[in-house]
């Protein structure tokens, strides 16, 4: 009798102990840490932007309602569409040229050859030197007429290029150094994905009548295929994110020649303290994303 | 007529030489395994005659041509790997068609062949599948196919069975040789494994460090090894060797081991006396009887028809094979007795067979 009375009590929360006690609970438990830093860090800085989108506030004080305003204004000001065009110069030319260059000395260095070790490390630094360093530096040997770059033009008897003050040549050198710094993440990768592939497939190729070139085609190019469209993907999301290596090169010049995505919404931000508009280019960046990666993988599985 | 010839062949890496001139003729048509513990050379002589090393001397031919410096394709071999490396992004049908489509040959003839090897090998309906969607006998099996559709003048093995389980290894193995009884192609196939090479071969080469160190069908190897380490290698259980000295008494031979047991030896060894000796005798060879030889019991093992009887003699190891059902206690010491006419003598210092004179008269 006195058992059950002391029972009693607990009834009513006897399956929540139970389900603890059997352990159920341990695995949100230990997810709970992860999932509150990312609603910190993410989910609500996320919300408050897509809420200020909608609005027409400054960094000083949060605005009234607008509705779509924000995004009609932009998607029929010039600077969105110039914006726009350059993004997607920047990220084609950025995954195409590091994919080449990175795949390029991938293969070299998959090879047996003198000093493989130390250029494998050599070809890191430009992906580990902090891009503000490394970008700083660039900028010094290109940016006016006495700079190393056109102090050895003028040696060959040329005339000085002002690389960052003309637009093609400003996009042609904010593409190059971009290059420059990511082919590296590219190199590594592609090499990890060569030395995966076994070597006894070569042999068989070799055997059952491929040259060189066949082996690279039917071979390895199917082997590193899968690694390659995700490398491609993060090239594409890095690129169209990056704000580095334009705004410390050319902040966006000349003539808003090399201005991205994030360099816009930077100058809306912060230059033309307007928020919301700001928050606006934010989303629309990341819906062409978004709706690039989705296809993109889309692709990939029915391949 | 033969079909491969190597000559002298020898191959270093560095400073290390690996092969220390090989000489080898296999005949047409027939399947012939190289066998040896691992790092005698074998696959490297396998891979040399694929074309997927190079040679650093000597020659090898292929038909009527001296293929040293010809490529692996132009080879008229087909290869069959230990991995099989089957490409795993290719049907099974686009793996066996490879090699044909890389020589441009028609639609039309690539659907036969492909049809006529897999037939042969009960492949048809894998065909659209996947690699990474057969079992390992099944992928074992599409190697074969591509290594069939190419017609090749020569098949080359290397360890194909060792990544399949006991029960895969021995269907397979009957499986390869009914295949070589169906095509009648010059197969050359590299183990480490004696059983295959036995089960398998109409010849086996016997490799050990870089040399072949006898050669011969199956049954002559067993009969009559040559040496020390061709006598432990093929059988299995593997043969008993017990050190000992020729001795005489009263006209006949024998051989004195370690625990002064003499050792019954057939005909004259007259001009052995007194030489340290190897003596080699099958389990099998061994039976209840006499008592020629004392064995202090440690292991009996019953399989059923056979007893297993593991065993020491002075400070050597015996097993004894017999025929019945025998059952004695560990440390007990048991009399057997041995087959005379089996048993083998070897060289204790070179490690070569030894013959009695009439023996060699016998033989001349």
Same mark, same amino acid.
């Given at each position: 009798?006195?058992?059950?009375?002391?029972?009693?009590?607990?009834?009513?929360?006897?399956?929540?102990?139970?389900?603890?006690?059997?352990?159920?609970? *341990?695995?949100?438990?230990?997810?709970?840490?992860?999932?509150?830093?990312?609603?910190?860090?993410?989910?609500?800085?996320?919300?408050?932007?897509?809420?200020?989108?909608?609005?027409?506030?400054?960094?000083?004080?949060?605005?009234?309602?607008?509705?779509?305003?924000?995004?009609?204004?932009?998607?029929?000001?010039?600077?969105?569409?110039?914006?726009?065009?350059?993004?997607?110069?920047?990220?084609?030319?950025?995954?195409?040229?590091?994919?080449?260059?990175?795949?390029?000395?991938?293969?070299?260095?998959?090879?047996?050859?003198?000093?493989?070790?130390?250029?494998?490390?050599?070809?890191? *630094?430009?992906?580990?030197?902090?891009?503000?360093?490394?970008?700083?530096?660039?900028?010094? +040997?290109?940016?006016?007429?006495?700079?190393?770059?056109?102090?050895?033009?003028?040696?060959?008897?040329?005339?000085?290029?002002?690389?960052?003050?003309?637009?093609?040549?400003?996009?042609?050198?904010?593409?190059?150094?971009?290059?420059?710094?990511?082919?590296?993440?590219? +190199?590594?990768?592609?090499?990890?994905?060569?030395?995966?592939?076994?070597?006894?497939?070569?042999?068989?190729?070799?055997?059952?009548?491929?040259?060189?070139?066949?082996?690279?085609?039917?071979?390895?190019?199917?082997?590193?295929?899968?690694?390659?469209?995700?490398?491609?993907?993060?090239?594409?999301?890095?690129?169209?994110?990056?704000?580095?290596?334009?705004?410390?090169?050319?902040?966006?010049?000349?003539?808003?020649?090399?201005?991205?995505?994030?360099?816009?919404?930077?100058?809306?931000?912060?230059?033309?303290?307007?928020?919301?508009?700001?928050?606006?280019?934010?989303?629309?960046?990341?819906?062409?994303?978004?709706?690039?990666?989705?296809? +993109?993988?889309?692709?990939?599985?029915?391949? | 007529?033969?079909?491969?010839?190597?000559?002298?062949?020898?191959?270093?890496?560095?400073?290390?030489?690996?092969?220390?001139?090989?000489?080898?003729?296999?005949?047409?048509?027939?399947?012939?395994?190289?066998?040896?513990?691992?790092?005698?050379?074998?696959?490297?002589?396998?891979?040399?005659?694929?074309?997927?090393?190079?040679?650093?001397?000597?020659?090898?031919?292929?038909?009527?041509?001296?293929?040293?410096?010809?490529?692996?394709?132009?080879?008229?071999?087909?290869?069959?790997?230990?991995?099989?490396?089957?490409?795993?992004?290719?049907?099974?049908?686009?793996?066996?068609?490879?090699?044909?489509?890389?020589?441009?040959?028609?639609?039309?003839?690539?659907?036969?062949?492909?049809?006529?090897?897999?037939?042969?090998?009960?492949?048809?309906?894998?065909?659209?599948?996947?690699?990474?969607?057969?079992?390992?006998?099944?992928?074992?099996?599409?190697?074969?196919?591509?290594?069939?559709?190419?017609?090749?003048?020569?098949?080359?093995?290397?360890?194909?069975?060792?990544?399949?389980?006991?029960?895969?290894?021995?269907?397979?193995?009957?499986?390869?040789?009914?295949?070589?009884?169906?095509?009648?192609?010059?197969?050359?196939?590299?183990?480490?494994?004696?059983?295959?090479?036995?089960?398998?071969?109409?010849?086996?080469?016997?490799?050990?460090?870089?040399?072949?160190?006898?050669?011969?069908?199956?049954?002559?190897?067993?009969?009559?090894?040559?040496?020390?380490?061709?006598?432990?290698?093929?059988?299995?259980?593997?043969?008993?060797?017990?050190?000992?000295?020729?001795?005489?008494?009263?006209?006949?031979?024998?051989?004195?081991?370690?625990?002064?047991?003499?050792?019954?030896?057939?005909?004259?060894?007259?001009?052995?006396?007194?030489?340290?000796?190897?003596?080699?005798?099958?389990?099998?060879?061994?039976?209840?009887?006499?008592?020629?030889?004392?064995?202090?019991?440690?292991?009996?093992?019953?399989?059923?028809?056979?007893?297993?009887?593991?065993?020491?003699?002075?400070?050597?190891?015996?097993?004894?094979?017999?025929?019945?059902?025998?059952?004695?206690?560990?440390?007990?010491?048991?009399?057997?007795?041995?087959?005379?006419?089996?048993?083998?003598?070897?060289?204790?210092?070179?490690?070569?067979?030894?013959?009695?004179?009439?023996?060699?008269?016998?033989?001349?």
């Amino acid at each position: 009798m006195s058992l059950v009375a002391e029972r009693a009590p607990y009834a009513g929360r006897s399956s929540v102990r139970q389900w603890w006690n059997n352990g159920n609970a *341990l695995p949100y438990l230990l997810l709970l840490p992860s999932a509150v830093v990312i609603g910190v860090v993410i989910l609500i800085p996320f919300f408050e932007a897509l809420q200020y989108s909608f609005t027409n506030s400054s960094l000083l004080e949060v605005g009234k309602f607008v509705g779509l305003d924000n995004y009609t204004k932009l998607l029929s000001s010039k600077d969105f569409w110039n914006a726009f065009r350059f993004s997607v110069i920047f990220a084609l030319a950025n995954v195409i040229g590091c994919y080449i260059l990175g795949l390029g000395l991938a293969l070299l260095m998959n090879m047996e050859m003198p000093f493989r070790g130390f250029f494998r490390v050599a070809l890191l *630094l430009p992906w580990i030197i902090p891009s503000v360093v490394s970008i700083v530096s660039w900028r010094w +040997m290109v940016a006016d007429h006495n700079a190393v770059f056109n102090q050895i033009i003028q040696l060959f008897g040329g005339r000085p290029i002002f690389f960052l003050s003309n637009n093609d040549w400003a996009q042609f050198i904010v593409v190059l150094i971009k290059i420059w710094r990511s082919f590296p993440f590219m +190199m590594l990768s592609l090499l990890a994905a060569l030395q995966g592939i076994d070597r006894s497939l070569y042999e068989a190729a070799a055997l059952d009548g491929a040259t060189k070139w066949k082996a690279f085609w039917h071979v390895t190019l199917p082997q590193i295929r899968d690694v390659s469209i995700v490398l491609c993907l993060l090239m594409t999301i890095w690129s169209v994110n990056d704000f580095d290596t334009p705004f410390l090169l050319t902040q966006g010049g000349p003539a808003n020649s090399t201005e991205n995505f994030v360099l816009l919404a930077y100058k809306y931000t912060f230059a033309r303290n307007d928020l919301g508009t700001g928050a606006a280019i934010s989303f629309v960046t990341l819906i062409i994303l978004m709706v690039f990666i989705v296809i +993109m993988l889309r692709r990939q599985r029915e391949a | 007529m033969s079909q491969v010839e190597i000559r002298e062949l020898r191959k270093s890496y560095g400073a290390l030489e690996i092969l220390h001139g090989v000489s080898l003729n296999i005949e047409e048509g027939k399947f012939v395994v190289l066998v040896g513990p691992s790092g005698c050379g074998k696959s490297t002589l396998l891979r040399m005659l694929a074309g997927l090393e190079t040679v650093t001397s000597g020659d090898i031919f292929i038909g009527s041509d001296r293929v040293n410096d010809t490529q692996p394709k132009d080879r008229n071999i087909a290869m069959v790997f230990q991995s099989y490396a089957l490409y795993p992004h290719m049907t099974v049908a686009e793996n066996m068609s490879f090699s044909l489509r890389l020589k441009r040959e028609s639609p039309a003839v690539i659907e036969r062949e492909v049809k006529r090897a897999a037939e042969i090998l009960g492949l048809t309906t894998l065909l659209p599948r996947y690699p990474r969607q057969l079992s390992g006998g099944q992928r074992q099996r599409v190697a074969m196919g591509r290594a069939i559709v190419r017609n090749p003048q020569v098949f080359l093995f290397d360890e194909p069975l060792s990544n399949l389980d006991a029960k895969l290894r021995v269907q397979m193995r009957a499986e390869i040789k009914q295949l070589h009884q169906r095509l009648e192609t010059t197969t050359v196939y590299v183990t480490h494994d004696q059983i295959e090479a036995m089960t398998m071969a109409d010849e086996i080469v016997v490799m050990r460090d870089g040399k072949i160190e006898q050669r011969g069908a199956p049954l002559e190897l067993y009969d009559r090894p040559e040496t020390v380490f061709v006598a432990s290698f093929i059988g299995s259980p593997s043969m008993n060797l017990l050190r000992g000295i020729v001795v005489t008494k009263d006209g006949t031979f024998g051989v004195k081991v370690a625990n002064g047991d003499v050792l019954p030896l057939d005909g004259d060894w007259s001009k052995f006396v007194g030489k340290s000796v190897t003596y080699g005798i099958r389990p099998e060879d061994i039976s209840l009887g006499r008592d020629d030889l004392r064995v202090r019991v440690d292991v009996i093992e019953p399989t059923g028809p056979e007893t297993q009887v593991l065993g020491t003699v002075g400070g050597d190891k015996v097993t004894v094979l017999l025929k019945a059902r025998a059952d004695y206690a560990p440390d007990a010491t048991v009399g057997f007795a041995i087959d005379q006419t089996h048993v083998h003598v070897f060289d204790a210092e070179s490690g070569r067979r030894l013959t009695s004179s009439s023996q060699k008269a016998l033989a001349h």
